[in-house]
């Protein structure tokens, strides 16, 4: 439950968890109801809301221009219930959504969007390239006033569309690219309101990753790991006293967070695996582990095994060197 503390009104919600998504328009407008039904906005919007489609997920008004106002308007009620400390927009919990997300967390976040337009029937259609640039030019027109750089592409290619960290690019029915999590709400409200000539269908979330630079990176590792990092590298040694690059690899792996630029795995330039070494030969530095040489036939290994010392005064989890 969350309380307003300006006015006291009441939201059946809880921050950091996902309220609902929208890739079903029915199901999004019926869950927002019922977060808001014990605010005046909900006795002013309830009116909006046919008695026939609530309980007709395929009713023809779900297919009306209503149904995009109602949208847009209760996102807004959202919004302005927004509590202290959180902002309204996308979230990630064991699935993807809509919610409350701490504002300190989700400022480094991007999330990447699947963004379905239906703009009727224009492919292999007379004069198509007039129509698709004239799509095109609305959309970027939609959000151009609002503080978003558009760009237009040649040849009725697509729209660019950008702001801050987000980048997104219209193309073919469909809006894909990275979002910040602040700007995805107002950006979905525009399209529902202010589309004339399409009709925003759905929203898919599909992942997130961190918008950090390679330094940015490796000082959330420094922040977020130094009670354990030393102690995991330890640990693997102690029971894989083996293949220096394989140990410090696997221990990196568990660590490692999606960026944009890295959206999937890492490589040994990356930042994480840059601060699994420095952590490693500190460890080498001050007696806890040492090297050797493996030799398997003709070929050599570098490898590394817990010392005298490690063994008599081991590491535990939360030790810091």
């Not at 309380?3 to 059946?12: A, F, G, V």
């Not at 149904?67 to 064991?94: M, N, Q």
Request: proline share 3%.
């Amino acid at each position: 439950m969350i309380t307003d503390e300006r006015t006291l009104n009441k939201l059946y919600a809880d921050t950091e968890t996902v309220l609902f998504t929208l890739e079903d328009k029915p199901e999004a407008v019926r869950k927002i109801m019922e977060i808001i039904s014990d605010t005046p906005e909900y006795l002013q919007l309830m009116n909006y809301l046919p008695v026939h489609a609530q309980d007709d997920s395929k009713a023809d008004w779900w297919q009306s221009k209503e149904v995009d106002c109602l949208l847009a308007e209760l996102l807004h009620v959202l919004e302005i219930y927004t509590p202290d400390g959180f902002i309204f927009g996308t979230i990630s919990g064991r699935t993807y959504g809509f919610g409350y997300g701490n504002a300190e967390y989700e400022k480094d976040m991007l999330y990447r969007i699947e963004i379905q337009l239906n703009w009727g029937h224009v492919y292999r259609e007379k004069n198509e390239y007039r129509k698709k640039k004239r799509l095109y030019a609305e959309i970027a027109g939609i959000f151009s006033p609002e503080g978003y750089t558009t760009e237009l592409k040649k040849r009725a290619k697509g729209c660019r569309i950008v702001k801050g960290n987000t980048e997104l690019h219209a193309h073919y029915g469909w809006i894909t690219g990275y979002c910040e999590s602040i700007h995805l709400s107002q950006f979905i409200t525009l399209l529902l309101r202010g589309g004339r000539n399409f009709r925003f269908m759905k929203c898919q979330l599909l992942d997130s990753v961190f918008n950090f630079t390679e330094e940015e990176e490796l000082q959330y590792y420094r922040k977020q790991c130094a009670t354990t990092i030393h102690y995991q590298i330890f640990d693997l040694f102690m029971r894989k006293p083996w293949d220096i690059t394989d140990n410090l690899m696997a221990v990196a792996s568990e660590i490692n967070i999606p960026t944009k630029s890295r959206p999937q795995g890492f490589y040994n330039h990356s930042p994480v695996y840059k601060y699994v070494l420095s952590a490693y030969q500190e460890l080498v530095d001050k007696d806890y582990l040492e090297e050797y040489i493996h030799t398997l036939g003709i070929d050599e290994m570098r490898c590394a095994r817990v010392t005298t010392k490690g063994y008599s005064k081991p590491l535990f989890y939360g030790t810091q060197l």
